[in-house]
């Protein structure tokens, strides 16, 4: 290990359902090609590759390409690279109780920073930090009782700025995002599972967000990432569908992590995920 990669340190922000701190932490400096030109991310969520990845190649003139469907995300990281100061300062002004989370929950500002600092409180202080909207868009997931955690993070929230300058951000659908990828460049993709780890069912929420005809149009973009001669990275549920659906192209490795389900440690166990990749 490099003196470079020991002084790597992992700077999500947000709580995030899904998130890839288990990969970054153990498995992914065995999964990067060895040089590639610029990055794509288009389900970007917490962004822990990308944060990883960004402060590995920290001197290097990479272009950084990152986005989302969800809108109100992608103004968070636009707000903490642009008005970090805003974003913190709005945020010391809210307070860690219920009645101040479904005040601030019901909060609706114009001003862009402000919305930002909203989500991250949101994030910080509901339960179990779930993104959730109801059939009207509005957040509906309710206080976390975490009266303890610290919401603000300052130092954290100005060393993410200091990562996210000069990053390239949009909210547009995947087939839009990766429109623009060259030769030599790398795509990680991670989009919301829908089939459950080794069952035979649908999950039915992420259905909703990404149904099984987005599995197969993701499919079709990831054959167009290879014919154009870029790297990709898809992580996904460890489940025969995918299998199927990749083997024929691409390179299929199990991974083994630690989950728990709701904050519960009664439900603690082993998840196997698929990492696909084509070099």
């Not at 002004?93 to 920073?113: A, G, H, L, Q, V």
Request: one cysteine or more.
């Amino acid at each position: 290990m490099t003196t470079e990669e020991k002084k790597i340190q992992v700077l999500n922000f947000l709580r995030w359902t899904g998130s890839k701190r288990w990969f970054v932490k153990d498995h992914i400096k065995k999964f990067l090609p060895d040089h590639f030109n610029n990055y794509h991310e288009p389900f970007l969520g917490g962004g822990s590759v990308f944060f990883f990845v960004k402060q590995l190649l920290i001197k290097d003139q990479k272009e950084f390409f990152l986005s989302d469907t969800n809108e109100e995300l992608i103004n968070v990281y636009e707000q903490l690279r642009d008005n970090p100061e805003d974003v913190i300062n709005c945020l010391k002004t809210f307070k860690n109780t219920k009645d101040e989370y479904y005040k601030i929950r019901k909060y609706n500002p114009r001003i862009k920073s402000k919305k930002a600092a909203k989500f991250i409180y949101l994030n910080r202080t509901s339960f179990n930090g779930i993104y959730r909207v109801n059939a009207n868009g509005i957040y509906n997931v309710p206080y976390g009782h975490r009266p303890k955690v610290d919401f603000v993070t300052e130092n954290l929230l100005r060393n993410v700025n200091k990562l996210l300058q000069g990053i390239k951000f949009s909210t547009q659908s995947f087939e839009e995002a990766l429109i623009h990828v060259k030769k030599g460049d790398l795509v990680f993709l991670d989009p919301p599972y829908t089939v459950a780890h080794e069952n035979n069912g649908f999950i039915e929420y992420n259905q909703k967000l990404f149904s099984w005809e987005d599995q197969e149009k993701l499919k079709q973009i990831i054959e167009q990432i290879i014919s154009r001669e870029a790297f990709f990275i898809l992580t996904n549920a460890s489940h025969h569908s995918i299998e199927n659906l990749y083997k024929d192209i691409a390179n299929i490795t199990v991974l083994s992590r630690p989950s728990i389900v709701g904050g519960r440690s009664k439900t603690r166990g082993m998840y196997n995920e698929f990492i696909i990749y084509n070099f």
